[in-house]
């Protein structure tokens, strides 16, 4: 499986944007860039995906990298709900390869 | 909507002794997945199930076992449970094993000692 990096731990003021790392310098060209957040307690949600183009949703929005080596998840104003565990995953279209959640990137939201 | 629905949300085992976690989906989704997360680390796959009537291993298989008798259940059995299996189970289902985002359930807290 192609392996992400993420970095352990980040922290963000309230209302300020964040942007969350990662590095997948093995991506294959089947590989799309996912994200699940964890909020405390519970289990992963989705929170968005892309291919190459840059995406957006309610949620956040998602930068690649030209060379698809590198990803940024944006939260545009971050809130203490955001305050979670956010993973990286690289998922294969083209077979059927299971999600595989790496240690991901605590994100810590202070008020 | 109900999504996913696992059962138990928790329970304190005796070593040696056997327990099924049951998962339900309700959106008629193929694939389904069973992970576990120990305390302060990410998820880990234990099974999976690409459709009905068929499973393949994940990341940390011994000692479990899955069955999937049809398209809304995935239960998740533990023959013989040791401290180690100790932790969070999460089952999660998607559209396909290739497509889809996962949706998951709330988790079910085992203990074994």
């Known amino acids: 499986d192609a392996k992400t990096t993420q970095p352990n731990s980040m922290e963000s003021n309230e209302e300020e944007p964040v942007h969350l790392p990662c590095n997948h310098s093995t991506i294959s060209g089947t590989d799309y860039i996912h994200w699940y957040r964890q909020l405390p307690s519970q289990g992963p949600e989705y929170v968005i995906h892309?291919?190459?183009s840059n995406v957006n949703n309610r949620m956040a929005s998602l930068a690649i990298a030209e060379d698809r080596k590198s990803s940024t998840l944006i939260l545009h104003r971050a809130t203490l709900r955001d305050a979670a565990v956010y993973y990286c995953i690289l998922r294969d279209y083209s077979g059927n390869t299971p999600l595989v959640f790496g240690k991901g990137t605590r994100l810590s939201v202070i008020a | 909507t109900a999504g996913i629905t696992q059962a138990p949300t928790s329970q304190i085992l005796a070593a040696g002794r056997s327990m099924t976690l049951r998962c339900t989906q309700d959106?008629?989704?193929?694939?389904m997945y069973w992970y576990r997360q120990d305390l302060g680390l990410g998820l880990r796959l234990i099974h999976y199930?690409?459709?009905?009537?068929?499973?393949g291993k994940g990341e940390v298989p011994d000692g479990y076992s899955v069955s999937r008798a049809n398209t809304d259940d995935f239960p998740l059995t533990l023959a013989s449970a040791v401290p180690s299996q100790t932790s969070v189970y999460f089952c999660?289902?998607?559209?396909?094993?290739?497509?889809?985002?996962?949706?998951f359930g709330e988790g079910s807290r085992l203990t074994v000692l």
């Open positions: 959106m008629r989704h193929n694939a």
């Open positions: 892309g291919l190459t």
């Open positions: 199930s690409n459709t009905a009537g068929t499973t």
């Open positions: 999660a289902s998607s559209l396909g094993v290739g497509t889809g985002e996962l949706f």
